[in-house]
């Protein structure tokens, strides 16, 4: 069964400072993993998604995501936090060697952006 | 660009009445989910679709029924409500493709008292 780990409930960075929010990820086949951020009373935004080859992903708003074959992770990043990038952020996955379609999403990781 | 539209926004319900929640997409897409979201809980699939006259259980189906009579619609019933229901509820869609990224409704808060 695929499965995804997000280790921090929050994490709390400098504005201006460089971000990392953490995901690991448990799969049978070949792995499709995603990044979504979530503002309060909001729907759920995508943020950018691994493509097959690509070991740093970029995507909206200046994040980017790193993924790692052998540590099974895909990190997302932002070189210059802003204190608008405050929300929650989930990482998800969708496995490729079948089973159950969906996303199966972490518990989400709140990041706070102090000015 | 309506995207996914959920109905209603907000609802509350007593214990064991029913009702139902409405999720329509405008983008032609072949997949069809609906998640809960709680506290510390992420989302968890309920119910998704595959097609239209499809529909197959998720994580956590159980008090909950789906139908998706058009291709562009999908309905989440709860035939008895319990508090334990009480949650926000998203509706998502997607293409074709197993790299495709799902699209989300803005979400239902519903309240069981």
């Known amino acids: 069964a695929q499965s995804v780990a997000q280790p921090e409930d929050q994490v709390n960075v400098a504005e201006g400072n460089p971000l990392t929010v953490k995901c690991t990820y448990s799969v049978s086949g070949n792995p499709y993993l995603f990044w979504y951020v979530q503002y309060p009373n909001r729907g759920l935004q995508f943020l950018l998604k691994y493509i097959t080859g690509d070991n740093l992903v970029k995507g909206s708003y200046g994040f980017e995501a790193e993924f790692n074959k052998s540590q099974t992770s895909f990190h997302l990043k932002k070189p210059s936090a802003l204190v608008s990038d405050s929300a929650l952020y989930f990482c998800?996955?969708?496995?490729?060697?079948?089973?159950?379609?969906?996303?199966?999403f972490g518990k989400g990781t709140h990041l706070i952006i102090q000015p | 660009n309506a995207g996914v539209t959920q109905t209603p926004k907000f609802r509350v319900l007593k214990t064991g009445q029913s009702m139902t929640l409405l999720c329509a997409q405008d983008m032609n897409h072949e997949y069809m989910y609906w998640y809960r979201q709680d506290p510390g809980m992420g989302l968890r699939l309920i119910h998704y679709s595959v097609g239209e006259g499809t529909t197959a259980k998720g994580e956590v189906p159980d008090g909950y029924n789906v139908s998706r009579l058009k291709k562009q619609n999908f309905l989440l019933g709860l035939e008895s409500a319990a508090p334990s229901q009480t949650s926000v509820y998203f509706c998502?869609?997607?293409?074709?493709?197993?790299?495709?990224?799902?699209?989300f409704g803005q979400g239902t808060r519903l309240t069981v008292v």
């Open positions: 998800a996955v969708r496995d490729g060697g079948g089973g159950a379609d969906g996303l199966t």
């Open positions: 998502a869609s997607r293409g074709q493709g197993m790299n495709t990224e799902a699209f």
